[in-house]
């Protein structure tokens, strides 16, 4: 079965720092992608990053990095410097090959403090 | 419209009483999802249209949940007899047809449903 976790329920941290946000998946499918989203106090949910199962290399945008490790089963999120308009809560999801439902974690409400 | 949008924002409903929900997705995409989020939670998937087919409905709760697509562009969700269990905040998503695969879905604000 598939699942996505999210431990970290809560995560406040001060302006500038570096912080990472943990997501570990359960899947049986050899071919799958990963997600993250960020949804702001606004509500609406709003794309990252797509990953697939075949592509471990890691990725950087800006501040933004994600760390995919598949002999852990994580797909971590670091954000460098972080920033006010940081703060927001975001999910990590999953999809199994050919299948348009995704499957989120919990999610981590992150609180960037100025 | 430049986005997703939906509405009401917010409907508080008495228990037993019928709710609909609108959704107007980007102009073009084909693709349009109903999630149902509930308070701390991630989104749980409910029904996804491709055009006005409503190709799955596996994630409804139950048979008082109905959505439509007519003309594949609006939709609606509409709720019969609501429960306060159907609490939660409705969102809407679209993408283009590669979006299904790709996974980048395009979302509202959501609907967020108080049931009293």
């Known amino acids: 079965a598939q699942k996505v976790t999210q431990a970290q329920t809560e995560i406040s941290v001060v302006e500038k720092e570096d912080v990472t946000l943990d997501c570990v998946y359960e899947t049986r499918d050899t071919t799958y992608y990963l997600f993250w989203y960020k949804q702001p106090p606004s509500g609406e949910l709003v794309f990252l990053i797509r990953?697939?199962?075949?592509d471990e290399q890691n990725e950087i945008s800006g501040r933004y990095s994600w760390n995919f490790q598949k002999s852990t089963s994580s797909f971590n999120f670091t954000i460098t410097a972080s920033q006010v308009v940081d703060s927001a809560v975001y999910f990590c999801a999953l999809s199994e090959d050919s299948n348009y439902q995704l499957i989120w974690g919990a999610g981590t409400k992150l609180i960037i403090k100025p | 419209g430049a986005g997703v949008s939906q509405s009401p924002r917010y409907k508080v409903a008495k228990r037993g009483q019928d709710v609909a929900l609108r959704c107007d997705p980007i102009?073009?995409?084909?693709?349009l999802f109903w999630y149902q989020q509930a308070l701390g939670q991630g989104p749980e998937f409910l029904t996804y249209f491709q055009n006005e087919a409503q190709l799955d409905k596996s994630g409804l709760p139950s048979d008082r949940f109905f959505a439509e697509r007519p003309e594949g562009s609006v939709s609606t969700l509409k709720i019969q007899r609501t429960q306060q269990e159907d609490s939660a905040v409705y969102l809407c998503?679209?993408?283009?047809?590669?979006?299904?695969?790709?996974?980048?879905?395009?979302f509202g604000e959501g609907s967020r449903l108080t049931v009293l």
């Open positions: 998503a679209s993408s283009w047809p590669e979006g299904v695969n790709t996974g980048e879905l395009f």
């Open positions: 990953r697939n199962s075949f």
């Open positions: 102009s073009g995409h084909v693709s």
